[in-house]
């Protein structure tokens, strides 16, 4: 058997693994020692391949595909800093927990560390940002190693899935010639609807005398709160909400907690939390006996405030399998559970005895109050805040928004009311990062899902090369640009003080026209000033096929005092009545 031989089978018997692992999409960044790996997925009528140029934008790109599906997605590179433009997304994936399988192509090991092109130490790359590291063996063909790729294959799905998704990296050294030979016989190897290593993964609950023991912690405690972080179970909703309901308690649900927006009952969830807490007074007056809290941390500080000056409040973080997502340091009690079978547990247990009226009725009303000034008014000249509420008035139901960092994440935990439209929130709130962001938004895209990506200039700029995957693939996808013409989030900071620095370091505006690169990438723009044009340029996108972006111009300064007066009108009136 020749080289090429070998070569052939031994990929091939890898990627038809993946694809009876459950693998569907692959997202190859093209180059030359990655040929192996690129072809046979390309060859692979079970997988679907996405070219994507940048490797930075491709890693990014696929973490999109990854979120939106909730399945781990493929992604390949040739060797050497190929391999390093990988790292941002792989980090992201890692915090937030998202599934992808990272196959790097690398110089045979009589190259490495011989002065050979394109070649730099690829072994554990990652570091501990993977779940699991594998150096593949060079190419074999015999049963044997045809086994052993099929083994990897099938472990790097599973490692990918089990317990807390995340990254897996795979290493493969491929020695010269690169070619193939598809017209092999049974080139993919021995066909089975089986994968290699089928896996069972049973149901993980609390055993009941943990449940009561938790149930004794709460007795005689009336004031508890349930908080809802990032978290993308969508179905998680309602039986949480349902949870509230059976005892009395209201929900702070973060914005990415997928509790806002569905058909589940909202009367317990509390979306004007973070404007409610920003109060040192309203936090103190609003001391809880316990929280019980699902999802990560939540994306408002004013939250994390309330939490730290409540440290003797009992706090109950539930986790599907594990980690320790609780940065305030206060004392905290862990539960290792799937959720669902714990609010079930919880459901069955509750009695009308652990219903306070009062306290869900306080919450109820300051969290009408805040609504009402939020939502109050409308300016001549469209703000941020009125761009996220009127993109949620026109949003199509049945769609995804992806959410970019800094003060686009802000601006939806504030002025994302409650909705009965199927509205899936995604966001990179892992590293919080704002790179890769029009890479992620055009990844979502990809199911065919109505897709709209709110995002800051400064997010825009960082990733437009993202944009090529718009022309090259004609996704569907609309990006609400609010474009203050730098980093507007600065401006509520401490840092907006220091005038002889502040726009150089923090401010850091680019000045450039945003439209001329989206004319570029074959895209459509409109700039609107008020937020009924607003309203129907996003209607009007989506019915538009391809690449469309609405832009809001708006000026740092004036964007934080806004947002200001509304935040002291809300703690004024709030006072007031607690008086």
Not at 131 to 148: Q, S
Not at 351 to 369: D, I, P, R
Not at 477 to 496: D, H
């Amino acid at each position: 058997m020749d080289h090429i031989e070998v070569l052939t089978r031994y990929t091939a018997n890898f990627i038809d693994e993946l694809t009876k692992s459950g693998i569907t999409d692959a997202v190859i960044s093209p180059g030359s020692r990655s040929t192996p790996l690129a072809l046979t997925i390309a060859e692979h009528e079970q997988i679907k391949s996405w070219i994507i140029l940048d490797e930075r934008s491709a890693a990014f790109f696929a973490l999109g595909i990854a979120k939106a599906t909730k399945r781990p997605v493929a992604l390949v590179c040739t060797s050497g800093t190929a391999a390093a433009n990988y790292f941002p997304a792989i980090v992201e994936a890692h915090y937030s927990r998202v599934p992808l399988i990272v196959l790097t192509a690398d110089r045979p090991h009589e190259l490495r560390d011989v002065g050979a092109p394109q070649a730099i130490e690829q072994i554990k790359l990652y570091g501990d940002y993977v779940k699991w590291f594998h150096e593949m063996a060079l190419p074999e063909a015999t049963p044997t190693m045809l086994g052993y790729v099929r083994s990897k294959a099938a472990r790097a799905v599973y490692e990918a899935w089990e317990g807390n998704h995340g990254p897996v990296h795979l290493n493969f050294p491929f020695r010269e010639p690169l070619h193939t030979d598809f017209s092999l016989e049974n080139v993919w190897g021995v066909q089975s609807e089986r994968s290699h290593h089928p896996t069972f993964v049973g149901e993980k609950r609390l055993p009941e005398k943990h449940t009561n023991q938790i149930l004794d912690h709460w007795r005689n405690k009336h004031k508890g709160l349930i908080v809802c972080g990032p978290q993308v179970d969508e179905a998680l909703a309602a039986v949480i909400t349902k949870l509230a309901a059976a005892w009395g308690l209201p929900i702070l649900a973060d914005p990415l907690s997928q509790l806002r927006a569905g058909d589940h009952d909202k009367t317990h969830v509390i979306e004007g939390y973070d404007a409610i807490l920003r109060s040192e007074v309203i936090r103190e007056s609003l001391k809880p006996d316990f929280i019980l809290r699902f999802g990560a941390m939540p994306v408002s500080k004013a939250y994390l405030f309330y939490a730290k000056e409540h440290k003797d409040a009992m706090q109950f973080i539930v986790e599907n399998h594990a980690g320790y997502r609780e940065p305030t340091g206060n004392a905290s009690e862990f539960i290792f559970a799937d959720p669902m079978l714990l609010c079930e547990e919880l459901i069955s247990k509750s009695t009308t005895s652990h219903v306070h009226n009062e306290w869900l009725k306080t919450w109820q009303e300051m969290n009408n109050v805040a609504k009402r000034h939020l939502l109050s008014g409308v300016e001549t000249q469209i703000t941020e805040g009125e761009a996220v509420s009127g993109l949620m008035e026109v949003i199509p139901d049945n769609s995804n928004l992806y959410v970019g960092n800094s003060m686009a994440v802000r601006d939806v935990d504030t002025f994302f009311m409650t909705t009965e439209k199927r509205i899936s929130i995604l966001a990179n709130r892992g590293a919080n990062g704002i790179d890769g962001m029009v890479s992620s938004g055009l990844g979502a895209a990809t199911p065919g899902r109505p897709t709209t990506l709110l995002l800051g200039d400064l997010s825009f700029f960082h990733d437009m090369n993202g944009l090529l995957a718009a022309k090259h693939y004609k996704l569907n996808l609309t990006i609400l640009l609010i474009n203050n013409n730098g980093g507007g989030i600065f401006s509520f900071l401490g840092q907006a003080n220091d005038p002889k620095h502040f726009e150089a370091l923090f401010g850091t505006p680019v000045d450039i026209e945003l439209g001329q690169a989206v004319s570029m990438y074959g895209g459509s723009h409109q700039i609107v000033t008020n937020k009924s044009e607003l309203k129907h340029a996003l209607s009007a996108s989506y019915g538009q096929q391809g690449l469309s972006v609405v832009e809001v111009q708006t000026e740092r300064r004036a964007n934080a005092d806004w947002h200001r007066e509304k935040w002291q009108a809300i703690e004024q009136e709030l006072l007031i009545k607690g008086e």
